[in-house]
């Protein structure tokens, strides 16, 4: 894969195929999450890897905008420890979040995060220990139009450079 078209050329993908991911493709997207890298190698996650269409359509209903949930072939929950106690685990999960998605993306398989607002109706559903915490979600899938996954960016889409680039000071 070139790294660089993959920043460039994915996109969010909210719409799946009815197919299964096969077990490899699904393992190969779990573990690039897991090989993430973070703060001092403290690997503060665990993923819940979601197939039963119950439970996804569930989860969808967890969030205002996760109803992408509900389509997908593989569902995956970040869980943390209480992000309020040390704001690097978001970063963190935010870094495996991002390795699965590019996994993906190589794979043919699109993704899109949904934000979990509601964290103990997730809980009910997926069952994780008290001391874990959930606020994100990934819909993982066949894309239902192939060329979703590599649509050319929108027309004033993304700031210019110049814009959000600042060298040395503000």
């Known amino acids: 894969m070139n790294v660089s078209d993959a920043i460039r050329l994915k996109r969010a993908v909210r719409k799946f195929t009815p197919d299964p991911l096969p077990e490899e493709v699904a393992l190969a997207i ?3 999450g ?21 439970i996804l ?21 970040i869980l943390t420890p209480d992000p309020t106690e040390k ?5 963190d999960a935010g870094q495996a979040a991002a390795y ?17 607002y ?3 109706k997730a809980r009910e559903l997926l069952g994780f220990p008290a001391d874990w915490h959930l606020r994100i979600a990934i819909s993982f ?3 239902l139009k192939a060329e979703k996954l590599t649509d ?11 814009e959000v680039v600042h060298w040395e000071k503000w």
């Open 30 to 32: 779990l573990n690039a």
């Open 34 to 54: 897991r090989r993430a890298q973070s703060s001092k190698n403290t690997q503060p996650w665990h993923f819940v890897a979601i197939r039963d269409k119950a």
């Open 57 to 77: 359509d569930g989860l969808s209903k967890c969030g205002d905008w996760a109803g992408h949930l509900a389509g997908a072939a593989l569902g995956v929950a």
């Open 87 to 91: 704001f690097q685990v978001m970063f």
């Open 100 to 116: 699965m998605q590019l996994a993906a993306w190589e794979l043919g398989v699109g993704s899109c995060l949904a934000s979990i």
């Open 118 to 120: 509601e964290p103990e």
């Open 141 to 143: 899938g066949y894309p």
């Open 152 to 162: 050319p960016p929108k027309k004033g889409g993304r700031a210019a450079f110049d």
